[in-house]
């Protein structure tokens, strides 16, 4: 999986993402944020996974791309979602 992230994005130590085998990219816009204990899973598919700018991914949220997730901007997903 490629990843492309803005210079003043975070993404947590503890956060896991998962390898994409098929090749998708995970872009993170800027000043968004990827909180502890998050999962990210290539679930088939090939779809990318793209956070826009300045929104959050709370602490325990699971998400499974499948055919790719696009998350706007000023977007705020709540703790343990998935």
């Known amino acids: 999986m490629t990843i492309e992230m ?5 993404i947590s130590k503890l956060a896991d993402i998962e390898d ?3 090749g998708s990219r995970f872009v993170i816009g800027e000043h968004s944020a ?3 204990f998050v999962k990210f ?3 088939g598919g090939t779809g990318d996974i793209i ?3 300045r929104s959050v991914i709370n602490s325990g949220c699971v998400l499974y791309s499948g055919n790719g997730i696009t998350i ?3 977007v705020s997903i709540a703790a343990n979602c998935t």
């Open 6 to 10: 803005h210079p003043s994005a975070k």
């Open 72 to 74: 706007g901007n000023n």
């Open 34 to 36: 990827i909180d502890s």
């Open 20 to 22: 994409s085998v098929r």
């Open 41 to 43: 899973k290539p679930a």
């Open 51 to 53: 956070i826009g700018a």
